[in-house]
């Protein structure tokens, strides 16, 4: 209901004029480009400004400096209703494959930065936005501007390396990281390094750029708008343009009333924290809180500045304060651009957070702040020990607005620090904050006032006030320090229960980051004063990382020159689709339209660990407008919940958090997600809760026929004769799959008894004979359809049918099409992740340092089901010694049910884990025997004609070749020599260098799985269409195919095609997994071009001067098959055989890495 007036919402969206007379005051920018627009271009990865997928340009006209200003913001965050006067550039407005690709799209694009694809739409307007501000900007500019975009798929690379040709410095730099070691520059004519020619790119021509839309840069009507938007709910947006109607406002509706700036809190709050805010206000036209302004007092900051504008205005100062620098280098640090770009100071105060960035500068500054209410007017209040009153509480009240803040300004004897510490330095919300503020006496070390500051060390950010008034008048000298941090140990007790954990580092940083400052300032007055304060190793502990400059390097073999330039394979071409994933024409399974009576489905999760489920009530849901059923478990038999080896709808006992219950079926996602939420699960708690592996172990919580031997070499004798034995423990961690799109799946009922399938699924054909039991239907009834995967890793094995089951058989009941898409959260709550394990070994060794015989006790954590868990750690049984040979193995698997969700498939199926025991125990072997570790790799390394202990022949094996040449062209020793000489030099910064090796067997462990089919279709006008039963997911399987295909042919690229995965092209197809798809496809698919040229070969024979095109007209007139399928099962392949790999690949790798002791902060320096 539009009431203010009958004031439409206006704004542009790629050029094109929006009109909104009843814009909903709850639909993100993202909902309404997807959903209203269908501009699926810009992606759904997280819904909390965490992943940057959604990035999109906003750009105003600013009608004080007469310019138009663009910025990258989340689409996810950013509530629609806030546009009004502003224009919106998607991916989809800047270029297209069938027009014109933008040069942002085509560099990323050529330069292989573009895998699965899911993250490539917000990379590119991340970079479009930043070049739309700065034609030519620096590497610095390109790192802050991509700070806020993740990808899953690429590590960064070739993102970086096809955007760095934007920069400054591009041109000038040394471009291979390896230097003057660079194997091009030392002659090697075999390899070469240019996956692109800079040449051929289209130049970019800021002048090219569309123009910001004349209407909203003529009329300034847009800003002098007091807007009222109302939706069903009665949810109102309020836009008034003075500071009198916002106190109203907030007078009127006190807590109820959000005041929304970035909507980076409320957003998250309203999304994943299920607070209903009526009442939202939006002060984007205020004066008072948008002025940035230098009084005599300091700097006064309108409390809905964003960050970005109080770091340019900082910047742009010519004597900024040490208070003002502290505030730029922590914002630099502060989310990333997307969200500092819209989010502002007085957000990020009132929210209140303990972890909040900014609060402990403000605090430890004595920031002031004015806040004002209708009724009491206005008042100052200092930000000192009582401003905050509690967890996310202040002494603003419920009828106050927070105007200005006032940062006081300084004095030259002032010296001011601030430190933040998180997990990763970018884009992570701190674990301690701390900023220091110390003045002394004129011209002395005197401390005259002091003032320290932390957050994440309480449930507010806090000041030492007891350490501070300690402090003052002593003397700033070493003993200071001891002095400090007793008082800090006493005055900040964080207890072992404190929420966010860590709570031993915690402490520490508290000590350790007093130190920093202690350094940083002793420095300082060393300088000023002409004291000793600092050794020359001290000094290592002043500074913070910053972020290196990226430098990369990637070499391949070079064809042989006799090859045909028309022939692809071996050349390095890009992903088959990553222009279309750069311009967002790539379809996901999500961005396929909705169709008119679609319906959604949201999950009834468990929110036990392990609980008897008593009854579940899904009545109050059910009366809920637009709901349209509830299943459970009563709703199927046993035998069709039964998938797997678990129930799909839990029926009797909770297992963990996160565990499907049932699923409500709404018209749309927000109200089956609201409906979900009032499904009413009564639950008896159970003992016990078992968590961690240890826990696991002490209650013997095993899976069925855990323990299992899996290999049993005789090892007693060779311990019995020993020189040496050693016993150790190797622990490793899980790990998220965090594929950028997460689980998906859309149903279609067809006729009365088909269905099919949209999944994101690595196995199609697995899906489709679950949902087939699931729904007593046979098989050939329905169809499983994936075009490709925003990212899988595995995790969209068995745990896409989470997704996909239940939404199959809602849409078969209903006959409906049924769609869901699991939130972040849920996603993350519901498929588990990386097993972890717990490595128990025994090796024996001769005094040399040649391992005999291992002994390996593997406990694993499954979860609450053993999915493939078993498997995880069969594979890990057969690559347990890694690269070296170790004659006789015993290995026992303990696979340990846990109240978790199910662990599964995950990238490297348990075969890096196994890898890290083996590297670890070179390394114990080494310090046993006293001997330098490379010395061990040496002797024990396998060489071709070894044989694996499970009885394998090594007949050809490279690691010995790759450990020698990592060795030279790393600079191994030379680096080495310089890590120790830098750690003798440096009392605070340590550096490590290490080398390793990898030996991977390729094959799936059964052996059926080791088979694949295509189906090849050559159409009348000669273009050929290729059907495979893999799955793509960035892993770029397509263009491997189409190049195998291209060549057996000869046939350019262009006119070979693959569309998608479907079960009725290729059926039975396993899982795509195991990094065998491009062998046994490739296989199966010059068997089928081989099938169509024995056929078309008569026809060449008789017109040998024709065209391929000529051939196959002649052979279709001739009724000549076009179409065939082709087939490859790998051979001789199987335990039985003493082959259960089929080849083995190899390789070696340095590492040097840096840490910051005080810390635990780190960094690469170089791989
Ligand atoms: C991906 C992501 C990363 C983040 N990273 C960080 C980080 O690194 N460090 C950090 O400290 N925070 C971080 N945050 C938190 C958040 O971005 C900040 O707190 C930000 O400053 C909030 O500003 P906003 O304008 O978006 O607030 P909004 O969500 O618009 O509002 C937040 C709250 O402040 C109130 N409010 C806003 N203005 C006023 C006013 N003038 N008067 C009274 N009340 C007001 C609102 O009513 C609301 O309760 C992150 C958030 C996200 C989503
Ligand atoms: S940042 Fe918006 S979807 Fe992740
Ligand atoms: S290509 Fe970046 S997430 Fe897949």
């Not at 909903?24 to 480009?33: A, G, M, N």
């Not at 209703?81 to 989809?92: D, K, Q, R, S």
């Not at 605070?988 to 059926?1008: D, E, H, P």
Request: include cysteine.
């Amino acid at each position: 209901m539009n009431t203010e007036n009958e004031k439409n919402l206006v704004f542009f969206v790629n050029g094109k004029k929006i009109t909104e007379n009843e814009p909903d005051p709850e639909i993100t920018l993202l909902r309404y480009l997807r959903e209203k627009l269908k501009l699926t271009g810009t992606k759904l990865g997280c819904s909390e400004g965490g992943c940057g997928a959604c990035t999109v340009m906003i750009s105003k006209f600013n009608r004080e400096t007469n310019k138009v200003q663009h910025f990258s913001a989340n689409a996810c965050l950013m509530p629609v209703c806030a546009l009004h006067g502003l224009a919106v550039t998607t991916v989809e407005g800047i270029g297209s494959t069938r027009d014109r690709l933008h040069p942002v799209q085509e560099r990323i694009a050529k330069a292989h930065g573009s895998q699965c694809g899911f993250c490539t739409p917000g990379m590119v307007m991340s970079m479009y936005a930043l070049l739309r501000n700065s034609s030519k900007p620096s590497m610095k500019e390109l790192e802050i501007a991509m700070q806020g975009n993740l990808c899953r798929c690429t590590g960064y690379r070739p993102i970086i390396e096809g955007y760095r040709t934007f920069t400054k410095e591009f041109g000038n730099e040394e471009v291979c990281g390896m230097g003057e070691k660079c194997c091009k520059v030392n002659g090697g004519k075999l390899v070469d390094d240019k996956l692109f020619e800079v040449s051929e790119f289209v130049p970019y021509n800021p002048s090219q750029e569309p123009i910001f839309p004349p209407e909203l840069k003529l009329n300034d009507q847009f800003d002098k708008e007091t807007l009222k938007f109302i939706n069903d709910r009665d949810v109102m947006w309020f836009r008034p343009i003075e500071l009198k109607e916002l106190l109203k406002f907030k007078q009127e509706h006190g807590t109820a009333a959000k005041i929304v700036v970035g909507n980076t809190e409320v957003g998250v709050e309203v999304k994943f924290k299920n607070f209903d805010y009526k009442f939202l206000a939006n002060p984007s036209q205020i004066r008072e809180l948008n002025e940035l302004e230098v009084t005599k007092d300091g700097l006064k900051i309108g409390a809905a500045v964003t960050l970005t504008e109080i770091e340019n205005f900082i910047e742009s100062k010519t004597d900024q304060n040490v208070i003002e620098k502290s505030i730029v280098e922590m914002l630099h640090w502060f989310a990333g651009s997307q969200v500092r770009n819209v989010a502002s100071i007085g957000g990020n105060i009132v929210t209140s957070s303990p972890i909040s960035d900014l609060n402990p500068i403000l605090l430890a500054a004595g920031a002031k702040l004015e806040v004002q209410s209708l009724k009491d007017g206005k008042r100052i209040i200092k930000m000192d020990e009582n401003f905050f009153t509690g967890y996310r509480k202040n002494l603003i009240k419920d009828n106050e607005i927070l105007v200005s803040i006032l940062i006081p300004n300084t004095n030259k004897n002032q010296h001011f620090v601030a430190y933040k510490q998180a997990k990763r330095r970018e884009d992570d919300i701190a674990i301690v904050t701390a900023a220091f503020n110390f003045t002394f006496k004129s011209n002395t070390n005197i401390i005259e006032d002091a003032k320290i500051a932390f957050g994440g060390m309480a449930q507010t950010t806090i000041l030492a006030i007891k350490t501070a008034s300690l402090m003052k008048g002593k003397e700033w000298n070493r003993k200071l320090i001891e002095i400090v941090n007793q008082s800090l140990i006493d005055e900040i007790p964080l207890s072992f229960d404190a929420p966010g954990g860590n709570v031993v580092y915690r402490r520490s940083l508290t000590l350790s980051l007093f130190f920093k400052a202690f350094l940083s300032i002793s420095q300082e007055l060393d300088k000023s004063l002409n004291l000793n304060i600092l050794t020359d190793r001290d000094r290592s502990g002043i500074e913070s990382y910053q972020n290196l400059t990226p430098k990369s390097s990637q070499l391949f073999e070079n064809v042989s020159s006799d090859q045909p330039l028309t022939d692809p394979v071996h050349r390095p071409k890009i992903h088959s689709s990553a222009l279309q994933q750069a311009t967002g024409e790539a379809i996901y399974c999500d961005d396929i339209p909705k169709h008119e009576n679609e319906l959604y489905l949201s999950l009834v999760l468990s929110t036990k660990a392990h609980a008897k489920i008593i009854s579940i009530d899904a009545s109050e849901a059910l009366k809920q407008p637009g709901i349209h059923a509830f299943y459970s478990a009563k709703d199927l038999t046993k035998d069709q919940n039964y998938f797997m080896n678990e129930e799909l709808f839990t029926s009797e006992i909770a297992t963990n958090q996160g565990r499907i219950l049932g699923a409500i079926v709404g018209d749309n996602q927000i109200k089956a997600q609201r409906a979900a939420k009032l499904v009413k699960v009564e639950y008896e708690d159970l003992k016990p809760v078992i968590v961690t592996l240890e826990d696991a172990i002490k209650q013997k919580s095993y899976h069925e026929n855990s323990p299992t031997i899996l290999v049993n070499c005789e090892i007693e004798s060779e311990f019995q004769k020993a020189e040496n034995i050693f016993e150790g423990k190797v622990r490793l961690g899980g790990q998220e799959h965090f594929y950028l799109e997460t689980q998906v799946a859309l149903a279609i009922p067809k006729d009365s008894d088909e269905l099919e399938i949209f999944s994101s699924t690595q196995e199609p054909a697995v899906l489709q004979n679950n949902a087939a039991k699931l729904l007593r239907l046979a098989a050939n009834k329905i169809v499983c359809r994936t075009k490709r995967l925003g990212g899988g890793f595995g995790g969209k094995q068995s745990r896409a049918s989470l997704a996909a089951l239940p939404v199959a058989f809602a849409a078969y009941k209903l006959k409906r099409p049924v769609r869901i898409m699991f939130d972040r959260d849920e996603d993350m709550m519901i498929t588990g992740g990386r097993n972890p394990f717990l490595f128990e070994y025994k090796i024996s060794f001769t005094n040399e340092g040649k391992m005999t015989a291992l002994e390996v006790k593997a406990y694993v954590n499954a979860g609450y089901s053993l999915e493939s868990s078993d498997l995880v750690v069969y594979k890990a049984s057969s690559h347990i010694t890694n690269a070296y040979n170790i004659p006789k193995v015993r290995f026992e698997s303990h696979v340990m049910k846990t109240n978790t969700p199910s662990n599964n498939a995950f990238r490297g199926f348990g075969i890096p884990e196994a890898q890290m025991v083996s590297e670890h125990i070179i390394r114990e072997i080494a310090n046993i025997l006293k001997k330098d570790y490379i010395e061990i790799m040496k002797i024990n390394l396998f060489k071709t004609g070894d044989v694996i202990f499970y009885r394998q022949l090594l007949d050809d094996c490279h690691s010995i070749r790759c450990f020698h040449e990592i060795i030279q062209t790393s600079n191994f020793k030379e680096r080495r020599a310089n890590v120790e000489k830098f750690n003798s030099e440096n009392r605070w910064k340590k550096r490590g260098i290490s080398l390793t090796n990898v030996m991977c067997g390729v094959a799936y462990g059964a052996q059926f799985l080791n088979q694949a089919g295509v189906l090849l279709h050559v159409y009348l006008e000669g273009s050929v269409l290729v059907s495979h039963g893999a799955v793509e997911m960035g892993q770029g399987l397509n263009i491997k195919i189409l190049q195998i295909v291209s060549t057996t042919l000869k046939l350019p690229l262009e006119r070979i095609h693959i569309q998608e995965t479907a079960t009725d092209k290729v059926p039975n197809a396993p899982t795509t997994g195991a990094s065998v798809g491009s062998d046994i496809y490739g296989g199966a698919v010059i068997e089928a071009c081989q099938i169509i040229l024995k056929r078309l070969a008569p026809y060449k024979e008789k017109m040998p001067n024709a065209s391929w095109d000529d051939w196959i007209k002649v052979a279709y007139f001739d009724r000549v098959s076009l179409s065939t399928t082709g087939f490859y099962a790998t051979p001789d392949i199987g335990p039985e055989i003493n082959k259960p790999r089929n080849y083995f690949t190899h390789g070696s790798a340095v590492s040097e890495v840096e840490i910051d002791c005080l810390t635990g902060d780190h960094q690469v320096n170089k791989n």
